[in-house]
């Protein structure tokens, strides 16, 4: 099945040879190939011996329950391990820990993404690392703002959950034109804030991140592409299923979301701020 969405396109592809491996193996004293469940000679058998042949290795397709329950597992191991930061972490070495999470998350995020091939271990250290990071993040706005991190994580959800609503109303669908327009405008967001962090680095005060109206107007814009971005991702979900990508794809699919919950949770919790500074 074609699609417009490059990611799917890909792991389409690597879908399709593992389903390719399980058809056409050559026969026993080569005779032609046939499907696995169909070859009259079939090489293996059981443990046992007796000449009984084996049944073949199936290819399981992923559903939404699968990236449902790979979701809330990513969600539980960042949030233990967040939790876990939060109280073993010494407050002197919190800067240490907040950048040391940052940069291997990254480096995590960014093998996962361009992977051709699901990897549940990876995933799952993503999500120690990641956990690490936004405990750190909480617990040094949590000491200056009382209480902000339980409102940011209340409003994360919330939208999440709205967005689920609309994109299942199809109020909001992901055309092929709106996948082009939202990685391109999601691509200048983080190359903005890269610009920025460098700037940041060498003492350049860009106003985008101090709580100014400009920053307020940036945060506003980060959270809006971040919650569009989970049209995206249901859309994949959705065209997944569909397209019958192996089960394991389930976490690839998970990962996206857990991705856009934590770049939401992150803006959130700096836009709160902004308006807490004064208190």
Avoid at 174 to 184: D, E, G, L, S, Y
């Amino acid at each position: 099945m074609k699609t417009s969405n490059p990611v799917l396109a890909r792991l389409g592809q690597a879908a399709e040879r593992e389903r390719a491996a399980g058809y056409a193996q050559p026969g026993p004293y080569g005779q032609p190939g046939y499907p696995q469940q169909y070859q009259p000679y079939p090489q293996q058998q059981y443990p046992g011996g007796h000449g009984y042949p084996a049944a073949p290795p199936t290819v399981t397709p992923m559903t939404l329950d699968d990236v449902v329950v790979k979701t809330v597992l990513m969600l539980g191991i960042l949030g233990a391990s967040a939790a876990a930061a939060w109280v073993l972490v010494p407050d002197a070495l919190t800067g240490v820990a907040w950048i040391g999470a940052a940069v291997v998350g990254l480096v995590l995020g960014l093998i996962i993404s361009f992977s051709r091939m699901a990897n549940p271990a990876l995933v799952v250290a993503y999500s120690i690392v990641e956990g690490v990071f936004v405990g750190m993040v909480s617990k040094t706005f949590n000491t200056f703002y009382d209480g902000i991190v339980l409102q940011a994580v209340v409003a994360t959800f919330g939208v999440f959950f709205l967005m689920a609503m609309i994109y299942k109303a199809r109020i909001i669908r992901a055309t092929p034109k709106f996948a082009r327009i939202m990685v391109a405008v999601i691509a200048g967001l983080f190359g903005v804030m890269l610009i920025n962090l460098v700037l940041a680095l060498f003492g350049v005060n860009t106003h985008l991140r101090d709580g100014s109206p400009l920053a307020i107007g940036f945060s506003l814009v980060c959270i809006v592409v971040a919650a569009l971005s989970f049209v995206l991702n249901f859309a994949e979900i959705e065209e997944g299923v569909r397209m019958g990508l192996p089960q394991r794809y389930s976490w690839t699919a998970a990962f996206g979301i857990v991705v856009g919950l934590v770049w939401l949770y992150l803006e959130i919790l700096r836009l709160l701020s902004y308006f807490q500074g004064d208190d």
